[in-house]
């Protein structure tokens, strides 16, 4: 399996815009991740889903941001309108069941000017 | 929720030396106790982990142990190398809600 698989890897866009990032799981993990990075707040859980359902949103800052998880293999996680606070690298991360270990992608950098 | 710190926030030690990073956290019910490594544009990656009916893990330079009274446990590594350099995090875990949250992080620096 070639891992956790997020797109694009670098993301530039005005302050506005829509911004959409993309996460591929392992394949046969029941359990998807999406986390924010920043200098300040450390590595903050967002949302995460099992078996495709959102389980707890509580850490999704604000009504701008959205995710969702349409099949198995695919999650979106939307910023809209995007702000430049906003800035951090996102992270998707995935495992079988949330016992063991969890597999991260290689992150979103993300910069709102 | 789980309220988790970590201390130090930096580390600072000289290639040979030993490492402790410890980590404190609120819920009692925590039964998984694991700990990644996040080096430089990576994503973080599992080194690590105890779960709550042993007190004590070893993996060849690294060690974990856990005080589950004291509510905190501990991550260990002997004979630094500069590779050990990176930003460690702890999430401890109460299984039954599934919830994988980190905590502050250590920065870890081992100079040659």
């Known amino acids: 399996d070639a891992g956790v698989i997020q797109s694009p890897r670098h993301e530039v866009t005005e302050m506005g815009q829509e911004v959409t990032l993309r996460c591929k799981p392992i394949s046969g993990h029941d359990y998807l991740f999406w986390y924010r990075q920043t200098m300040m707040r450390g590595l903050e859980l967002l949302i995460y889903f099992n078996n495709n359902v959102p389980i707890d949103d509580s850490g999704m800052p604000e009504d701008r941001f959205s995710a969702k998880m349409p099949n198995a293999s695919f999650s979106t996680l939307k910023i809209q309108p995007s702000e430049p606070r906003d800035s951090a690298v996102y992270f998707c991360?995935?495992?079988?069941?949330?016992?063991?270990?969890?597999?991260f992608g290689q992150g979103t950098r993300l910069t709102v000017v | 929720g789980e309220n988790v710190e970590q201390h130090p926030s930096t580390l600072s030690v000289q290639e040979g030396d030993s490492a402790v990073i410890k980590c404190t956290y609120s819920d009692s019910a925590s039964n998984y106790f694991p700990w990644y490594k996040q080096e430089l544009g990576k994503g973080p990656q599992l080194i690590i982990d105890?779960?709550?009916?042993?007190g004590e893990k070893k993996d060849q330079r690294i060690a974990v142990t856990l005080n589950k009274t004291a509510k905190h446990f501990s991550l260990h590594i002997t004979e630094t190398q500069p590779e050990d350099s990176a930003v460690y995090f702890c999430?401890?875990?109460?299984?039954?809600?599934?919830?994988?949250?980190f905590g502050t992080g250590t920065r870890l620096l081992v100079s040659p």
């Open positions: 991360a995935s495992t079988p069941n949330a016992r063991v270990e969890a597999f």
């Open positions: 999430a401890p875990m109460n299984t039954g809600f599934q919830k994988l949250v």
């Open positions: 105890i779960r709550s009916n042993v």
